[in-house]
């Protein structure tokens, strides 16, 4: 399984950035987002389980970040609304070949390349 990761890029606060992940491969049981700020370690931001469509976000991005898919693309996309300077990082897609918990990167299997996100003040 291969994840291909784009969209990150330079916006001001409040402005907006889609990010897409595309996977290539067999079918995968969950897709999810994470990212990682200098200095901190890697946190869950969104996932998404492929076959029910059950959504779970972090509570800090809840009401301005939607993750949805497309499934005929086989892609995952993570809507960034109202961005704040504290959401710069580098976006990581992710994918696992079962269900398992959410938000722990020890319960996904494939990662993505990464995406810098930069938001300025």
């Known amino acids: 399984v291969q994840l291909q990761a784009s969209g990150g890029g330079l916006v001001q606060a409040g402005g907006s950035l889609r990010l897409s992940c595309a996977a290539s491969g067999r079918a995968l049981s969950k897709m999810g987002w994470f990212r990682q700020a200098p200095g901190k370690e890697r946190e869950f931001v969104a996932a998404l389980r492929w076959s029910v469509g059950s959504i779970y976000y972090a509570d800090s991005v809840k009401g301005r970040f939607t993750i949805s898919r497309d499934n005929a693309k086989n892609t995952v996309y993570l809507q960034m609304n109202s961005l704040k300077p504290e959401d710069t990082a580098v976006y990581y897609c992710?994918?696992?070949?079962?269900?398992?918990?959410?938000?722990?990167?020890?319960?996904?299997?494939?990662w993505g390349q990464g995406t810098l996100v930069t938001v300025s003040s």
């Open positions: 992710a994918a696992a070949d079962y269900t398992g918990s959410y938000s722990s990167t020890a319960s996904y299997d494939y």
